[in-house]
Nanobody, 124 residues
Framework: QVQLVESGGGLVQAGGSLRLSCVAS????????MGWFRQAPGKEREFVAS????????DYADSVKGRFTISRDNAKNTLYLQMNNLKPDDTAVYYC?????????????????WGQGTQVTVSS
């Protein structure tokens, strides 16, 4: 299994930006579909964004479309999530997830590897 380590979370005011990073160990990252999920206090974990192995196909939850951008650098085994115009509703623990296959997916069960999460807090 691939090990995933997220970073880049923090406290930001509404309207601000953050960039999350997820570094993957192992040689399968470049052939794996990847995704970001989040879990707010008292809520279930939800899909945020996903990207296929080449980076050419991306998918976003409606709540973040136009504000968040998912990208990857296969040479650095790193996945990114650029978050702009953040809102208090974006407050959550953000998780990086990896698939065994190369396609882009939205469902948690399609992902085999998970990071420990990074906290994002947006103040109003």
């Amino acid at each position: 299994q691939v090990q995933l380590v997220e970073s880049g979370g923090g406290l930001v005011q509404a309207g601000g930006s953050l960039r999350l990073s997820c570094v993957a160990s192992g040689r399968t990252f470049s052939s794996s579909g990847m995704g970001w999920f989040r879990q707010a206090p008292g809520k279930e974990r939800e899909f945020v964004a996903s990207i296929n192995w080449t980076g050419q196909t991306t998918d976003y939850a409606d709540s973040v479309k136009g504000r968040f951008t998912i990208s990857r650098d296969n040479a650095k085994n790193t996945l990114y999530l650029q978050m702009n115009n953040l809102k208090p509703d974006d407050t959550a623990v953000y998780y990086c997830a990896g698939r065994r296959y190369g396609g882009s997916r939205r469902t948690e069960t399609d992902f085999a590897s998970w990071g420990q999460g990074t906290q994002v807090t947006v103040s109003s």
